[in-house]
Structure formats: C-alpha cells, structure tokens
C-alpha cells in the first residue's frame, strides 16, 4: 500500500485545513488508517484514528472537538478535516495503513508527510 498525503500548508490560529491521503491499493478497506504528527525535537504522535469499516474513530484529547477523521474506501481516500487549528498544530502530518492502535510500530505503511503550519 502506498499512501500520498495533500493538502497541508500555512493557515492562521482559528482557521480549518482538510488533510487527504491516497491509497494505491484496493486492500486499504481492510486497514485501520491513522494520522501521526511529527514536530522537531519531539516523538511522533498519533492524532487519530479509524477503523476498516469506519465504525471505529479515536482522537487524541488535544484534538477532540476540532479534528474529524474520516475515511471513503471506494475511492481509497482518507481525510482529516482540521477546524480551530491552533499553534500547537504546527507539524508534520503522516497518514499511516495497519493495525488499530496509538503506538506507531502498528502501522506498516507510511506516507511521506505534509507539513501544516499554523501561525
């Protein structure tokens, strides 16, 4: 599975990004797909995620109320829509394709990042 993450870029305090990542396979309906942020300095975390069916989302608290992952397995598409961004949201976002968890060593597949700047 190959993942290209889109739509990352500068945005003030207050203002809403969507994030998407492609998959390049049909068998990413049968993954449990994540978001991850990475800021220098810092661990990777994990900011949400969703189950095959989509059944299942978790989030983060820092994101709760602000962040909607979502996931449309016929077009092999996951988004994170990003409302009320804050500074703190600076970082570089990866979606990644494996199993449910928080732990990043769960997730097999990874795409290349895109960077969200918040000012």
């Known amino acids: 599975v190959q993942l290209v993450e889109s739509g990352g870029g500068l945005v003030q305090a207050g203002g809403s990004l969507r994030l998407s990542c492609a998959a390049s396979e049909y068998t990413y309906s049968q993954h449990c797909m994540g978001w991850f942020r990475q800021v220098p300095g810092k661990e990777r975390e994990g900011v949400a995620y969703?189950?095959?069916?989509?059944?299942?989302?978790a989030y983060v608290d820092a994101v709760k109320g602000r962040f909607t992952i979502s996931r449309a397995n016929v077009k092999n598409t996951l988004f994170l829509q990003m409302n009320s961004l804050k500074t703190e949201d600076t970082g570089v976002y990866y979606c990644?394709?494996?199993?449910?968890?928080?732990?990043?060593?769960?997730?097999?597949?990874w795409g290349q990042g895109t960077q969200v700047t918040v000012s």
């Open positions: 990644a394709a494996g199993s449910m968890s928080w732990a990043d060593t769960a997730y097999q597949y």
């Open positions: 969703i189950s095959p069916g989509a059944a299942t989302t």
